[in-house]
């Protein structure tokens, strides 16, 4: 029975189709593991020559990957895997990180913290928005940059842009900025955390309220403490869940594009890894995880995040900052100050 199945055209096409798939991914992995390595070795020559370490690993990862970028292109061999590795690995690391957050995490915001992040998304947007057009920016291109900063960066711009109607060239300015900026984020939100001498709890807020994408939250969040990044990633999460009704608003406001204008947003409201992290929450919290896989869970999450953040700087290419224009640099730095200002002083006024 076993070797009728072997041999049998279903298992022959499925081997095939796998054998194919990990030949085109594997080349980008493989250069995302390198980085990897690269930037775990780094950290042990911190610790090292320092005896501590300054720069983590996820944040090493983001430098050398975008290092590389700087200097050489990958081509076209490489891109499935960098993208896959961004992208489909980042997620995973995102669900297998819920079994590090229980209940009592989620209840520790209290319902008038997640009032105070519904209130900050809804101000942020319009605040951006009058900053865009301040500075010239056209309605619709006012509208992406405000709500990537206000929400989740390109996957908000991505999610916002057919239902305004926005052009190609509008989408592509606001997003090469954001990609940039979200990484510059990662890198020095932690120096102002430490200005400002906050703990793990006002540090993880601050991150969850102002970083661009889930993922990007465990790299700004690490230096912190797991507190830190346990609080910004629920938070953060909080900050995606208004995606669906900014996109929902908009298309009753742009109601030219018709009942579908919707859809392009509402199935991003809740996408598969953040269902996924939510359930690990749950059985965390139900204590249906043993305890003995709570270590090695954690540590694959950490380790399939760092990986991600080599290919997010691989994915990066700091050159589109000049393309994308000064307008709409300065909008998004603008707006970007904005969102900061507005998450310290929710921070401050919840007495966190």
């Not at 054998?19 to 390595?37: A, D, S």
């Not at 711009?157 to 239902?163: D, G, L, R, S, T």
Request: one cysteine or more.
């Amino acid at each position: 029975m076993k070797s009728a199945v072997l041999h049998s055209p279903a298992f022959a096409l499925s081997f095939d189709a796998a054998r194919t798939w990990t030949r085109e991914i594997g080349p980008g992995v493989m250069l995302c593991l390198l980085v990897t390595l690269a930037a775990v070795g780094l950290t042990t020559f911190e610790q090292d020559l320092f005896g501590r370490i300054w720069l983590e690993p996820l944040v090493l990862a983001i430098l050398l990957g975008a290092g590389v970028r700087a200097v050489w292109t990958p081509d076209a061999r490489f891109k499935a895997g960098v993208d896959f590795s961004a992208k489909t690995l980042l997620e995973v690391a995102v669900v297998l990180l819920g079994a590090s957050v229980s209940a009592a995490t989620l209840s520790s915001l209290g319902v008038g913290f997640v009032f105070g992040i519904f209130a900050l998304v809804a101000l942020a947007i319009v605040v951006g928005f009058g900053l865009a057009r301040a500075l010239g920016l056209t309605p619709r291109m006012a509208l992406l940059v405000a709500c990537g900063n206000a929400i989740c960066g390109n996957s908000a711009i991505a999610a916002v842009a057919p239902v305004i109607d926005a052009d190609g060239e509008e989408v592509a300015a606001s997003i090469a900025f954001t990609a940039v900026l979200g990484v510059v984020v990662v890198l020095t939100l932690p120096l102002l955390g430490g200005l400002m001498s906050m703990n793990g709890l006002q540090y993880g807020a601050l991150a969850g309220l102002t970083v661009y994408a889930v993922p990007q939250v465990l790299a700004a969040s690490a230096p912190f403490g797991a507190a830190a990044i346990q609080t910004g990633t629920v938070v953060k999460l909080v900050r995606v869940l208004m995606l669906g009704p900014v996109v929902l608003a908009l298309s009753l406001i742009f109601r030219r594009r018709g009942a579908d204008a919707a859809s392009p947003g509402l199935h991003r409201l809740l996408p598969w890894f953040i269902l996924g992290f939510l359930a690990m929450i749950g059985l965390r919290s139900f204590d249906l995880i043993p305890q003995g896989l709570l270590a090695p869970t954690a540590a694959a999450s950490g380790l399939l995040t760092i990986v991600a953040m080599a290919a997010l700087g691989l994915q990066t290419d700091i050159r589109a900052v000049a393309r994308a224009g000064r307008r709409t640099a300065a909008a998004v730095c603008l707006s970007l100050a904005a969102l900061i200002l507005l998450a310290l002083a929710l921070i401050r006024l919840l007495g966190l």
